[in-house]
């Protein structure tokens, strides 16, 4: 599918991957509505679902002792596929939401006018419709937690309704994305302990120091568009001086999550994962070429492998409490 959708025929939008199995196994007439759900670009689903998985992990392997069980030191897979589920619905239905109100907008964007609202492939009364099946999908899922929880994922919703407007007026916008995405950073601790604690509040600072990282150099693919219609952004602010303010935010979010582990007393193994995620992070920054879209989108999405890395350093470091004493 190398055919990219405009208003006078059908196809993917501009920054899908062709080959997606969005457009080989759905059928066209669904094609409008996992665009709008960004199913056939899942970078984003994947970095909001890793903070959950992280604060999952942190916690079911918090305050670790030697007597403790592998099963007691790792999340349980319930509680992960329930975050996964409700990572996709509810990306799904903030970008559809983020469609909605932007359309105007993404008209004027070379990159984005290909989306299914600016090119008519689908109305804006069956988008609302959309919006809120998803969001009833993640609803579905909250109400599996501790009232706690719910409350607290139910505030996440003012986050999520505002940050489409800030944009137009803010040259921060990615520091209120980065509070709606790193949210799950403080879910997963909840639906360990009912409660947010110093380590899951640390663990959501530096998820959003990650998020404005990753999501400035994600901008950068747009700043001549943006500029020409007003559009507001960290890419724009920073400009060429982004490379210096990763630094500060890459080097930032790793020193929260390292104090956020410390505090949470997870298995000194546990910071490997943080090292690798240092050395990818550090990779990003040296190679960067703000000017390069195609290179700035490859190295958004690479992030999920520093999801992958934290993750899997935690889960290594429970593994590591169980095995040290039978070495």
Partial sequence: METIQTKASQGRVADAPSDHWVYRVLPRALWPYAQL?????????????????????????????????????????????????????????????????????????ERT?????????????????????????????LLQFDSFTILLGICSLAVVAAYPFMKRI?????????????????????????????????????????????????????KEDDAIVGVKSTARLFGENTKAWLIVLYGGALMCF???????QVPMPSMAGLIAAAVHMGRQIVVLDIDDGDQCLKLFRSNNQVGWLIFLGLVGGACWNFLKPMI
């Avoid at 916690?59 to 996709?88: C, Q, W």
């Fill in 37 to 109: 759900a960004r199913w056939d670009r899942p970078i984003g689903w994947q970095l909001l679902l890793w903070p959950c998985w992280w604060s999952a992990a942190m916690a079911a392997s918090a305050y670790a002792r030697p007597e403790d069980t592998l099963d007691s030191l790792l999340p349980l897979p319930s509680t992960l596929i329930l975050f996964f589920i409700g990572a996709v619905a509810m990306r799904g239905a903030g970008c559809t939401y983020n469609d909605i109100v932007d359309v105007n907008i993404d008209n004027q964007v």
């Fill in 113 to 141: 006018r290909s989306r299914p609202l600016p090119s008519g492939k689908v109305s804006r009364r069956k988008a609302w419709l959309f919006l809120v099946l998803q969001a009833l999908v993640g609803l579905a899922v």
């Fill in 170 to 222: 803010t040259n921060w916008p990615q520091f209120v994305l980065g509070l709606a995405f790193s949210w799950g950073a403080l879910m997963g601790w909840s639906a360990e302990f009912g409660d947010v604690d110093e380590p899951a509040i640390l663990l959501y600072v530096g998820a959003i120091m990650w998020t404005i990282g990753y999501d400035t150099i994600y901008a950068h693919q747009d």
């Fill in 258 to 264: 390292a104090v956020a582990f410390a505090n949470a």
